[in-house]
């Protein structure tokens, strides 16, 4: 078969001996802002109220250390809980999450009523009450939910490699200093210093955001020795006269700047391939927690891609970079509501305009990162097609690069073979009949062709995994009896 010409695109790449690690991870921390509901720049704002607190203590460098990049994964294990809550309370799960972090767990009335007013927004009166019974009967439900993210959230910090101090601050991230918290219920000193100091930064930040600052500080006086460690929060009132400080905390242009300025340390630490790959990994895990449609999307596409590309003659870097491009491709997923991700009929028109932004987030992101602009186009075009009528942007074949040719074949290969919770896997032989009758307006037809010659032989199953067994631990998220209830 004879190769396509392709457009000619070599964009500059930053020389990975002066990308900081740091300012990668705070770049990605937009998408969990994203599926949290929270307004762009949460976490950031989040890490500069946890490392004032922790200098103005006295915390030593190793510790100011393992605080801040804590703070800057908090929410990496967020995802995972999003399809349970979407289910059970019948709404849009970024909203869900937004509103439960403003209420006060203490106060059940308030509670009650937030909860019933959260339940099945957007539907009938019936359906909604069912939605607020089934969250009332459902025993623990908030100790579950909220174990599920903080344990995989210190999961993923563990296996980035980051100070056990970090993974041990995100696990306790919800304990509350009268013990009423979760997971495990501990109470004042027992619940590590850096978990209170985060816990008491993000809902600050949360109310902040949404109240100002006077509501964010009386929140804080309020539940000051019932949620919070009094003498953080005697600390953090204090500072109501720096009106200097506040200020720059709402300056959103210099945000990334001022959380670079804090990574402690005499030397930054640098973002090696190695520890990009992994942040990829990782990204591409919580990515597909979001839903249990999408078990191991993210990393079979990778896997598949790579292949795709080495066959067509690739050398390292392309493989290298659709590989990230390909555990990434789906990062702006994070900003739809489960609600529509999960729902087991037809979309509506609007419904399906929700889907279509994805790829713009997952540019906008991607783009955030110096050492990934290189394929953020790639990554974000996988809904193209040759003949110009993809989505979003309808880019014809000219300017569609190789990879993202690769990409969009390897996404579509993986959704029909992969298993799902409401149908097993298609057989290859099936899928070739699928996907050629859109051979030459959808799909490439020669990456097509490597695509079908790989499967075919059954080298796409017997290729070892792009994920190690420290992120393998990450992709079962949702067990396979349990996503059929969520998606019945």
């Given at each position: 078969?004879?190769?396509?010409?392709?457009?000619?695109?070599s964009p500059d790449r930053t020389p990975l001996a002066g990308v900081r690690l740091a300012d990668v991870i705070s770049a990605l921390t937009f998408a969990l802002d994203l599926t949290e509901g929270q307004r762009p720049g949460h976490t950031?704002?989040?890490?500069?109220?946890?490392?004032?607190?922790?200098?103005?203590?006295?915390?030593?460098?190793?510790?100011?250390?393992?605080?801040?990049?804590?703070?800057?994964?908090?929410?990496?294990?967020?995802?995972?809980?999003?399809?349970?809550?979407?289910?059970?309370?019948?709404?849009?799960?970024?909203?869900?999450?937004?509103?439960?972090?403003?209420?006060?767990?203490?106060?059940?009335?308030?509670?009650?009523?937030?909860?019933?007013?959260?339940?099945?927004?957007?539907?009938?009166?019936?359906?909604?009450?069912?939605?607020?019974?089934?969250?009332?009967?459902?025993?623990?439900?908030?100790?579950e939910i909220i174990a599920v993210r903080c344990e995989r959230g210190a999961q993923i910090a563990q296996v980035l490699e980051f100070p056990a101090a970090s993974s041990e601050a995100i696990m306790h991230v919800d304990e509350q200093w009268?013990?009423?918290?979760?997971?495990?219920?501990?109470?004042?000193?027992?619940?590590?210093?850096?978990?209170?100091?985060?816990?008491?930064?993000?809902?600050?930040?949360?109310?902040?955001?949404?109240?100002?600052?006077?509501?964010?500080?009386?929140?804080?006086?309020?539940?000051?020795?019932?949620?919070?460690?009094?003498?953080?929060?005697?600390?953090?009132?204090?500072?109501?006269?720096?009106?200097?400080?506040?200020?720059?905390?709402?300056?959103?242009?210099?945000?990334?700047?001022?959380?670079?300025?804090?990574?402690?340390?005499?030397?930054?630490?640098?973002?090696?391939?190695?520890?990009?790959?992994?942040?990829?990994?990782?990204?591409?895990?919580?990515?597909?927690?979001?839903?249990?449609?999408?078990?191991?999307?993210?990393?079979?596409?990778?896997?598949?891609?790579?292949?795709?590309?080495?066959?067509?003659?690739?050398?390292?870097?392309?493989?290298?970079?659709?590989?990230?491009?390909?555990?990434?491709?789906?990062?702006?997923?994070?900003?739809?509501?489960?609600?529509?991700?999960?729902?087991?009929?037809?979309?509506?028109?609007?419904?399906?305009?929700?889907?279509?932004?994805?790829?713009?987030?997952?540019?906008?992101?991607?783009?955030?990162?110096?050492?990934?602009?290189?394929?953020?186009?790639?990554?974000?075009?996988?809904?193209?097609?040759?003949?110009?009528?993809?989505?979003?942007?309808?880019?014809?074949?000219?300017?569609?690069?190789?990879?993202?040719?690769?990409?969009?074949?390897?996404?579509?290969?993986?959704?029909?073979?992969?298993?799902?919770?409401?149908?097993?896997?298609?057989?290859?032989?099936?899928?070739?009949?699928?996907?050629?009758?859109?051979?030459?307006?959808?799909?490439?037809?020669?990456?097509?062709?490597?695509?079908?010659?790989?499967?075919?032989?059954?080298?796409?199953?017997?290729?070892?995994?792009?994920?190690?067994?420290?992120?393998?631990?990450?992709?079962?998220?949702?067990?396979?009896?349990?996503?059929?209830?969520?998606?019945?």
């Amino acid at each position: 078969m004879s190769l396509l010409v392709f457009p000619d695109r070599s964009p500059d790449r930053t020389p990975l001996a002066g990308v900081r690690l740091a300012d990668v991870i705070s770049a990605l921390t937009f998408a969990l802002d994203l599926t949290e509901g929270q307004r762009p720049g949460h976490t950031l704002r989040t890490t500069l109220l946890a490392m004032r607190l922790g200098q103005e203590l006295g915390l030593d460098r190793t510790t100011l250390g393992a605080l801040y990049y804590a703070a800057l994964l908090k929410d990496s294990g967020c995802s995972s809980n999003a399809a349970r809550m979407a289910a059970l309370f019948g709404s849009d799960d970024q909203t869900l999450k937004r509103d439960m972090r403003l209420v006060d767990w203490h106060d059940r009335w308030k509670m009650a009523m937030r909860t019933a007013r959260s339940c099945g927004v957007g539907l009938d009166p019936l359906s909604r009450v069912r939605h607020f019974l089934r969250v009332a009967r459902t025993p623990a439900l908030t100790r579950e939910i909220i174990a599920v993210r903080c344990e995989r959230g210190a999961q993923i910090a563990q296996v980035l490699e980051f100070p056990a101090a970090s993974s041990e601050a995100i696990m306790h991230v919800d304990e509350q200093w009268c013990g009423l918290g979760h997971p495990a219920g501990l109470a004042g000193d027992e619940i590590p210093l850096l978990s209170r100091i985060l816990l008491l930064s993000q809902t600050v930040e949360a109310f902040w955001s949404e109240h100002g600052l006077r509501g964010a500080l009386d929140m804080a006086r309020r539940r000051r020795a019932t949620w919070f460690d009094p003498t953080l929060v005697d600390r953090l009132v204090a500072w109501r006269h720096d009106r200097g400080w506040w200020s720059a905390l709402a300056n959103d242009r210099t945000l990334d700047a001022r959380v670079l300025a804090l990574e402690p340390g005499e030397t930054p630490l640098l973002a090696t391939d190695e520890r990009l790959d992994r942040i990829a990994r990782a990204f591409a895990a919580v990515i597909d927690a979001k839903t249990p449609f999408t078990a191991r999307h993210s990393s079979n596409v990778a896997r598949y891609a790579v292949a795709i590309m080495t066959t067509l003659g690739g050398d390292a870097q392309s493989a290298r970079d659709v590989l990230r491009a390909g555990l990434l491709h789906d990062v702006g997923k994070l900003g739809v509501s489960n609600r529509i991700l999960d729902k087991p009929g037809k979309l509506t028109d609007a419904e399906f305009g929700e889907i279509r932004k994805h790829p713009r987030w997952t540019r906008d992101i991607l783009e955030r990162v110096n050492v990934f602009k290189a394929f953020a186009d790639d990554a974000a075009q996988h809904h193209e097609r040759l003949d110009g009528r993809g989505y979003p942007w309808g880019v014809p074949a000219a300017r569609l690069a190789l990879p993202a040719r690769v990409l969009a074949v390897a996404d579509v290969y993986e959704a029909l073979t992969a298993d799902r919770p409401y149908r097993d896997g298609l057989p290859v032989a099936t899928v070739k009949d699928i996907m050629t009758r859109d051979t030459g307006t959808a799909f490439d037809p020669v990456v097509l062709d490597a695509a079908m010659y790989l499967a075919e032989q059954g080298t796409f199953a017997t290729l070892a995994s792009v994920v190690d067994d420290g992120f393998e631990r990450l992709q079962a998220v949702v067990p396979a009896s349990e996503a059929r209830v969520l998606v019945a």
